[in-house]
T-cell receptor, first 111, second 111 residues
Framework: DADVTQTPRNRITKTGKRIMLECSQT?????MYWYRQDPGLGLRLIYY???????NKGEISDGYSVSRQAQAKFSLSLESAIPNQTALYFC??????????FGQGTRLTVV | RKEVEQDPGPFNVPEGATVAFNCTYS??????FFWYRQDCRKEPKLLMS???SGNEDGRFTAQLNRASQYISLLIRDSKLSDSATYLC????????????FGTGTRLTIIP
């Protein structure tokens, strides 16, 4: 079983719909991250959390929200999906010094 | 200027050759450095950390030059299985270690 698990792995949704991407980890790390990856733009940080009570915006947080339900769970929501949110989304955890461990990714398509 | 910059490539290299990539970073306060490998449509995976004195792991050698603010990755005796995208990663802000990814360098090893 993967140490960092993302669900769903693939999702097609319509413009304006609310969607939640979930992430759970068994590595026992406090730090968790959500990234999106687009061709030519690399990985961009959406939100990150250093513990259950800590939530921080990344470089591209507009249009997204997160919830850290427990040390092991960090979910990403798109309140009203739009087509330019079509991307590959990765959840990651890290220890210190910050070596990141990624989930397998969620391929999201907004039509 | 991007925080982390890499030559996107592609680098097309014959099997058995030696290949080197560089990556520059803009924040002189950066504390931790890594190389990740990402296969097509897969999650990034940690290849190696980069230490100040340089470090080696089998056919892979990583170097850090703090004065010039760049890190490098050298792959010797390249294998077909080395074909992937290599991501340079920098952690800035000591005590608030947020990872910043380069856009990656694509490497193809040719038989």
């Amino acid at each position: 079983d993967a140490d960092v698990t993302q669900t769903p792995r693939n999702r097609i949704t319509k413009t304006g719909k609310r969607i939640m991407l979930e992430c759970s980890q068994t590595k026992g790390h406090d730090r968790m991250y959500w990234y999106r990856q687009d061709p030519g733009l690399g990985l961009r940080l959406i939100y990150y959390s250093f513990d259950v009570k800590d939530i921080n915006k990344g470089e591209i947080s507009d249009g997204y929200s997160v919830s850290r339900q427990a040390q092991a769970k960090f979910s990403l929501s798109l309140e009203s999906a739009i087509p330019n949110q079509t991307a590959l989304y990765f959840c990651a955890t890290s220890d210190s010094p910050p070596r990141a461990f990624f989930g397998q990714g969620t391929r999201l398509t907004v039509v | 200027r991007k925080e982390v910059e890499q030559d996107p490539g592609p680098f097309n290299v014959p099997e058995g050759a030696t290949v080197a990539f560089n990556c520059t970073y803009s924040n002189s306060a950066s504390q931790s450095f890594f190389w990740y490998r990402q296969d097509c449509r897969k999650e990034p995976k940690l290849l190696m950390s980069v230490y100040s004195s340089g470090n080696e792991d089998g056919r892979f050698t990583a170097q850090l030059n703090r004065a010039s603010q760049y890190i490098s990755l050298l792959i010797r005796d390249s294998k077909l299985s080395d074909s992937a995208t290599y991501l340079c990663v920098v952690a800035s802000n000591f005590g608030n270690e947020k990872l910043t990814f380069g856009t990656g360098t694509r490497l193809t090893i040719i038989p």
